[in-house]
Nanobody, 124 residues
Framework: QVQLVESGGGLVQAGGSLRLSCTVS????????IGWLRQAPGKQREFVAG????????YSGDSVKGRFSISRDNAKNTVTLQMNSLEPEDTAVYYC?????????????????WGQGTQVTVSS
């Protein structure tokens, strides 16, 4: 069975950086478009960033453009989300998700597989 595992979350001060990783097992990551989505307390799940199967195409939500970047290393079955200039508003559980669609959907129900999430907390 395909499994996704996130890592790299933690506590960071505003203005700092974190690097999240998503590792896929039980399948080949290059067959999936990968998205990062987050959910803060009391809010709906929000699309953060996505990356195409080859890594050529990337997408990001408006709230993180210029601060977050996504990349992938298919040889290592890994997708990375680099988060810079973090703000308290970025505090959320971050989920890695995989879809067989040909694009990174902003709708959570379009994703086939989900990780368990990793907590990111940004202090003022």
């Amino acid at each position: 069975q395909v499994q996704l595992v996130e890592s790299g979350g933690g506590l960071v001060q505003a203005g700092g950086s974190l690097r999240l990783s998503c590792t896929v097992s039980g399948g080949t990551i290059s067959t999936f478009v990968i998205g990062w989505l987050r959910q803060a307390p009391g809010k709906q799940r929000e699309f953060v960033a996505g990356i195409g199967r080859s890594g050529r195409d990337t997408y990001s939500g408006d709230s993180v453009k210029g601060r977050f970047s996504i990349s992938r290393d298919n040889a290592k079955n890994t997708v990375t989300l680099q988060m810079n200039s973090l703000e308290p508003e970025d505090t959320a559980v971050y989920y890695c998700a995989a879809t067989t669609r040909s694009y990174a959907s902003s709708r959570d129900y379009d994703y086939n597989y989900w990780g368990q999430g990793t907590q990111v907390t940004v202090s003022s």
